[in-house]
C-alpha cells in the first residue's frame, strides 16, 4: 500500500512540471489573445489618426482655395456691382453657389457650407436645406471666427458596419477655416467675413480600417491558435515521455526490489541447502548400505531401500539447482565452438530422444568463428532446453537444432535455435517462464529455465521464444559480440 502511495506520489512529482506547462500554455494563450486586440486597437487607431490628420490638411487646402476663389470670384465683383452681398437674391446666391461648385468639382467634397461672421447662421449651403439654420456651428465656428482652424469626426452607426451582416455606418469630417478678406497691404489685418465648413465623407475610409482592424485581429488569433497547438503538441509528447520514463522507473524500481527480495532469497536457500546437501549425501550412503544388508538378511525388501536412494537422488538434484541458481555465476572464458557444444549435447541425449520416439535434425552452419564462452555453462543451458523441448513432445516429435552467424548491420554475433514440434506455450506463460520458481511441470523446480537466463545474462547475450499453443516452439540463444544489440 505504501509503494503504491510512492509510486503514485513520484508520477505526480514527474508530471507536476508538465501540467504548470499546461497553465502556462492556457493562459499564454489569453495573453496572446489579449495582445492581439490591444495590437489591433493600437495599429486601428494610428490608421485612423493618419486618415484624419491627412485629410484635415486635404481640407484646409482646399478650403483655403475656396474661400480664395470665392472672394476673387464672387465677393469681388458682387460687391462691385451691387454695392453690397444679399445671398437671399437669386441671382447672387446663384453666383456663389457656381463658384463654389466649379471650384470643388472632381474634389472628396460632400457639402460647403459658409456661416455669417455676426451670427452663427448658416448663408450657404450646397444643401439647400441647411441654409437658415441657426447654432449649427458650435465650438470649431467660434474657434474658426478666432482664426483657428478646427475639425471634428461625427460618425454614426455601429462601430462594426464593415461586417456584412451590420449597417453601414457613416463618417464625416467636419473642417471649419476663416473666410477672410484678402487684401494687397501686407501691414493691414486681415478681416474674417465668415467661417467656411467643408465636409468630407470618410464612410469608405472607415470601413477600410474597420475591415483592417478585424483581419489584424483575426490573422492575430489564428496565429496565436497555431502557435498554441504547437505547444500543446510539444507538451503532450514531452507529457507522454514523462510517463514513459516513469513508467520506466517504476519498473527498473519494480525489478531492483524483486533482485533484492530474490538476492535475499538466494542467500537463504544457499544457506539451507548447504546444510541439506550432506545429510542428504549421508542418507543416500547409508542407504545403499542397508539395501545390500537387506538383499540378504530379507531378500524381497530391497526396494524400500532403492527408493530411498532414488529419491535422496532427486532431492540432491533439487539442492543443486537451488544452489547454481542462488550462486553467482563466474564464467571461465575460452575460445569455443558452438557446433561443437550443441553436438555434445545431442550425444548425451541421443538415448532419451530414442526412447521417446523423437526425431533429431542438425542445421548447423559450418565454420563459425570460435566465441568465448564458458563452456560448461553453455553446455548445460542447451542440455536445459533441450530437455524441456523433448518433455514437451510426449508422443515424438521432431527436435530441430540450428547455428547460424548473425549479419555485421545487426550487430554480428551467432544464434543458436532449439525447435521442437510439441504442444506449445501459451502467452500468459510465455512472459513468466524465465522467472524463478515457475513451472507448468507437476514436478520440478521451475528453475531450469531462470538458470539458463542467468547464464546467457552472464554472457551478455540473449534469449528469444517464440511458440504458439499446438504448434511448438522455439528457443533462441543469441551470443557473441554486440549479442545485446
Known amino acids: 500500500m505504501v509503494e503504491g502511495k510512492q509510486a503514485e506520489g513520484s508520477k505526480l512529482a514527474a508530471l507536476k512540471p508538465f501540467r504548470l506547462v499546461k497553465f502556462f500554455s492556457f493562459s499564454s494563450l489569453a495573453v496572446f489573445l489579449a495582445f492581439a486586440l490591444v495590437l489591433s486597437l493600437l495599429i486601428s487607431d494610428y490608421a485612423k489618426r493618419t486618415l484624419l490628420e491627412r485629410s484635415e490638411a486635404y481640407a484646409l487646402v482646399v478650403t483655403e482655395n475656396l474661400s480664395h476663389q470665392v472672394f476673387q470670384q464672387f465677393v469681388v465683383p458682387t460687391v ?42 448658416i448663408s450657404y449651403s450646397t444643401d439647400s436645406e441647411k441654409i437658415g439654420q441657426r447654432d449649427a456651428g458650435g465650438r470649431e465656428y467660434r474657434n474658426a471666427l478666432a482664426g483657428e482652424s478646427a475639425s471634428r469626426l461625427v460618425t454614426e452607426g455601429e462601430p462594426w458596419g464593415a461586417l456584412p451582416w451590420v449597417t453601414p455606418a457613416t463618417s464625416q469630417l467636419h473642417t471649419f477655416i476663416p473666410f477672410i478678406q484678402y487684401t494687397p497691404m501686407e501691414d493691414k489685418p486681415d478681416i474674417i467675413m465668415g467661417v467656411i465648413e467643408v465636409v468630407q465623407d470618410l464612410s469608405e475610409d472607415m470601413e477600410a480600417i474597420a475591415r483592417f482592424q478585424g483581419a489584424v485581429i483575426l490573422i492575430s488569433m489564428l496565429m496565436m491558435a497555431a502557435l498554441f497547438i504547437v505547444l500543446r503538441i510539444i507538451v503532450g509528447r514531452a507529457e ?34 548447504h ?24 531378500p524381497g525388501n530391497e526396494h524400500l531401500a532403492e527408493i530411498i536412494v532414488s529419491e535422496t537422488g532427486r532431492l540432491d538434484g533439487i539442492v543443486r539447482e537451488f544452489l547454481d541458481f542462488a550462486r553467482p555465476q563466474t ?4 575460445p569455443e565452438s558452438i557446433n561443437e557444444i550443441i553436438r555434445q549435447a545431442l550425444e548425451f541425449l541421443a538415448p ?33 532446453i533441450i530437455l524441456n523441448a523433448v518433455q514437451a513432445m510426449a508422443d515424438g516429435g521432431t527436435l530441430t537444432l540450428r547455428s547460424r552467424r548473425l549479419h555485421k548491420m545487426i550487430g554480428g554475433g551467432q544464434v543458436v535455435e532449439i525447435v521442437d514440434t510439441g504442444e506449445g506455450i501459451r502467452e500468459e506463460e510465455r512472459e513468466q517462464i524465465f522467472s524463478p520458481f515457475h513451472t507448468g511441470k507437476h514436478r520440478g523446480t521451475g528453475l531450469g529455465l531462470a538458470i539458463v537466463k542467468n547464464i ?6 540473449r534469449i528469444e521464444v517464440e511458440s504458439e499453443p499446438g504448434s511448438g516452439s522455439c528457443f533462441r540463444l543469441i551470443l557473441g559480440k554486440h549479442a545485446r544489440g
Open 80 to 121: 462691385l456691382h451691387y454695392g453690397k452681398i444679399a445671398l437671399r437674391t437669386p441671382e447672387q446666391h446663384q453666383l456663389l453657389d457656381a463658384v463654389v461648385r466649379n471650384t470643388t468639382y472632381g474634389m472628396r467634397i460632400q457639402t460647403v457650407t459658409i456661416y455669417d461672421s455676426r451670427e452663427n447662421i
Open 352 to 384: 532419451e530422444l530414442r526412447n521417446r520416439g523423437i526425431t533429431a535434425s542438425l542445421e548447423l552452419t559450418e565454420s563459425l568463428p570460435t566465441l568465448q564462452l564458458d563452456r560448461e555453462q553453455i553446455y548445460r543451458a542447451l542440455l536445459n
Open 275 to 298: 546444510e541439506i546437501k550432506n545429510p542428504l549425501g549421508i542418507i543416500r550412503s547409508t542407504a545403499a548400505i542397508l539395501g545390500k544388508r537387506v538383499r540378504k538378511e530379507a
Open 456 to 461: 546467457i545474462d552472464a554472457h551478455r547475450g
Open 331 to 334: 564464467l571461465n572464458r575460452a
Open 240 to 273: 507522454r515521455i514523462m510517463e514513459a520514463r516513469a513508467e520506466e522507473r517504476r519498473r527498473l524500481e519494480q525489478q531492483l526490489h524483486d533482485s533484492e527480495k530474490l538476492a535475499t532469497l538466494g542467500r537463504m536457500v544457499a544457506s539451507v541447502s
